[in-house]
């Protein structure tokens, strides 16, 4: 390819390097350009128009990089006592906050752990899996450490069930804990809504016997839980309040919170 002038061949250049990130940004943006998948990104269905008052039980909160930089003095001043912080989302996000977030929160003595956003339709559950623990969604025994959690809902990239059957995504949701105890030696939190469980698994019960819920519904109440769950461990009841992002309850004690960290 030859060029006439220095300036038609630096235009040709501009263009052609336009072209090919244009291309590109579709993929990019699904898993990283608006930071919109975060816990509870796709709940809307969860709100009743009800507001749930908090009753005594040890509250906490649940951030992104959406939140940015947060002032965790305050937020322990008023009154949480532990966090979700959100690591990585499908095998191409990572959280650029996640260490100010998830260092913040320990340094002044909550009780933390990292969530995963799942994009079952872009890999499979082991690869996001190893993603997640590689890339700070392990767990320790320590007492301040929370089971890392798969956050499954809503896809608000594109169809609601990731284009899966339930057949389908009840198999990637189990691949996806297979490889988390394997690499974390503890099963993960699952957070979900009753209604996508619905949806999207049939209600399969089978992971209500190992896996702590973390529940969302924005309401005076949890209210019904999927399948094979006999009671909730977390409850995201509101998306704004007290805290920087989402609010939640821990089902239970201070004590039992931190004997459930420990494992």
């Known amino acids: ?116 956003f799942a994009l079952p339709d872009r890999s499979g559950g082991a690869a996001q899996a190893n993603y997640f623990v590689d890339n700070g969604g392990g767990w320790s025994g320590d007492g301040r450490t929370l089971p890392g959690a798969l956050d499954i809902e809503y896809n608000p990239y594109g169809p609601t069930c990731f284009g899966k059957s339930p057949a389908a995504m009840v198999s990637w949701i189990r691949e996806f804990s297979d490889q988390y105890v394997k690499r974390a030696k503890r099963h993960p939190t699952i957070y979900t809504t009753t209604n996508w469980w619905k949806q999207c698994t049939g209600n399969n019960p089978d992971f209500g016997k190992d896996h702590p819920l973390w529940l969302a519904r924005y309401a005076e109440a949890p209210g019904e839980r999927p399948a094979g769950w006999n009671f909730h461990t977390f409850w995201q009841f509101n998306d704004k309040g007290t805290f920087p992002g989402d609010q939640n309850e821990f089902n239970g004690t201070l004590d039992r919170l931190r004997v459930f960290a420990k494992g």
């Open 1 to 116: 390819m030859t060029f006439s002038t220095p300036g038609a061949r630096s235009c040709k250049l501009a263009t052609i390097a336009l072209l090919l990130f244009a291309a590109a940004a579709p993929a990019q943006a699904a898993e990283s350009g608006a930071e919109r998948a975060f816990a509870g990104a796709g709940a809307a269905e969860t709100r009743d128009g009800t507001v749930y008052q908090p009753s005594g039980k040890p509250l906490g909160l649940d951030v992104s990089g959406h939140q940015g930089q947060v002032n965790w003095t305050d937020v322990k001043s008023k009154g949480a006592t532990f966090a979700y912080v959100k690591a990585t989302e499908g095998t191409g996000f990572k959280n650029p906050q996640f260490t100010n977030q998830y260092n913040g929160s320990s340094g002044v003595g909550l009780i933390r752990g990292s969530y995963h």
